[in-house]
């Protein structure tokens, strides 16, 4: 092995730097790196800063092979990891520690938690004939493992706690028997740092349609109401007939609360005696709204618990309040960023932010991933069906979200 040193000067401080070739020759001895390139090997310890105390600083020590911007392009590919035989990749941190990412503020690692994974995979028998609300000190006798009960989680799921479970196996996993008792309850076995919990299934119910969304700023219950009354069909004939009275007609007919935005049509020029004709028959009142007020320019949307009927141009410049709803992801096989980009490049692109328009769509982690979408009522309509069309075609796992989120 042959050391050379060299003393420089930079910036105004020393830098010593120390190649190092190994071999048994001295002179004619190049080290052979594992791609085949020559590369003596480098120790550079950085320059202090002449007149400072050395005694109040940490000497930091670069080690490494001279590399080349093949060998960099590389490392880049590899994440910026150089591995460990000298590629000179990127340290993971001042301190040494893992790069953090949002998953983290959720992870489950203490002692009970790990023996908890590890009772997940061992095999029991199971002769199982008890209540839905006994099943896991059951469980906990048998494995010795805690196991908890979240009963808010039965109660999301319509399940009732005094219902019979029976169940027999012989040697089985605990993962695959808790799964198979507990998946057509819409219920699932997940591990926290207090043991095994029994909670709900997201994804099952997602399925079901069961808690996939939830209106901030819309009664909730009005809503639901008004979407399925827009599914009805009826016949509908009008001739000559001012705005406001098709809008009373169709208020009698399907029991709804409506209500004309006078101001936003006389804004467009309108009011709310323009002339309706038309003659429909087996069509459902969402075809009738929209085909009605297409042709004036308008639309519909909801405030409070009422149905209103405003200019789109009042919804596209912000003037009438957009609505807000969070959508959970569970049973998609989507994730945030993959989601948002779908729903603003398909539905009303010019309507979102990024476009300069009043709709926002934000990604969500608690840790479920989810969105939070203000836009106008009939953007919402349109992504809460592509949403039902994806679970019912997705038979996949839920991605990872510790694998994509930063």
């Not at 042959?2 to 020759?25: D, E, H, W």
């Not at 308008?298 to 969070?326: D, H, N």
Request: aromatic share 6%; charged share 25%; with cysteine.
């Amino acid at each position: 092995m042959l050391l050379r040193s060299k003393i420089m000067t930079v910036g105004g401080g020393l830098a010593l730097l120390v190649f190092i070739f190994s071999g048994g020759g001295v002179d004619n001895y190049q080290a052979k790196s594992i791609d085949g390139e020559s590369r003596p090997h480098t120790i550079q310890f950085l320059p202090q800063v002449l007149g400072q105390d050395s005694g109040s600083f940490d000497v930091v020590a670069q080690i490494r092979n001279g590399v080349s911007p093949d060998d960099k392009a590389k490392d880049q590919r590899l994440g910026g990891i150089g591995g460990g035989m000298g590629g000179g990749g990127n340290l993971l941190g001042a301190q040494g520690t893992h790069p953090k990412n949002l998953l983290d503020a959720w992870k489950f690692d203490s002692k009970t938690a790990e023996n908890a994974r590890e009772a997940l995979d061992s095999s029991y028998k199971f002769e199982i004939d008890v209540r839905l609300s006994g099943l896991s000190k059951v469980l906990s006798d048998l494995t010795g493992q805690p196991i908890l009960l979240n009963r808010r989680a039965v109660e999301q799921a319509n399940q009732d706690l005094e219902m019979s479970i029976k169940y027999s196996r012989e040697m089985t996993p605990l993962r695959t028997a808790m799964r198979q008792m507990l998946r057509p309850l819409y219920l699932r076995a997940s591990i926290e740092n207090d043991g095994i919990v029994i909670t709900a299934d997201h994804a099952a119910l997602a399925k079901e349609g069961i808690g996939t969304d939830a209106w901030l700023n819309v009664d909730q219950e009005m809503e639901e109401d008004f979407s399925a009354k827009l599914q009805q069909k009826g016949v509908f004939e009008f001739r000559d007939t001012p705005l406001k009275e098709c809008i009373n007609s169709l208020a009698d007919q399907f029991d709804l609360k409506m209500v004309i935005r006078e101001n936003t049509l006389e804004d467009i020029g309108l009011s709310s005696n323009e002339l309706i004709s038309f003659s429909l028959a087996d069509v459902t009142l969402q075809d009738v709204l929209s085909e009605m007020l297409f042709a004036l320019d308008c639309t519909y949307t909801l405030s409070g618990g009422l149905v209103v009927i405003t200019s789109a141009e009042s919804l596209e410049f912000g003037e009438e309040e957009q609505l807000t709803r969070v959508y959970w992801l569970d049973g998609t096989g989507l994730i945030g960023q993959q989601a948002i980009e779908i729903i603003t490049a398909t539905f009303s692109p010019d309507m979102w932010e990024q476009l300069g328009g009043p709709s926002t769509i934000t990604g969500l982690i608690n840790p479920r991933a989810g969105l939070v979408i203000a836009t106008k009522y009939t953007v919402h309509q349109k992504i809460e069906r592509m949403l039902k069309m994806l679970r019912d075609s997705q038979f996949a796992p839920d991605p990872n979200l510790e694998s994509v989120v930063p």
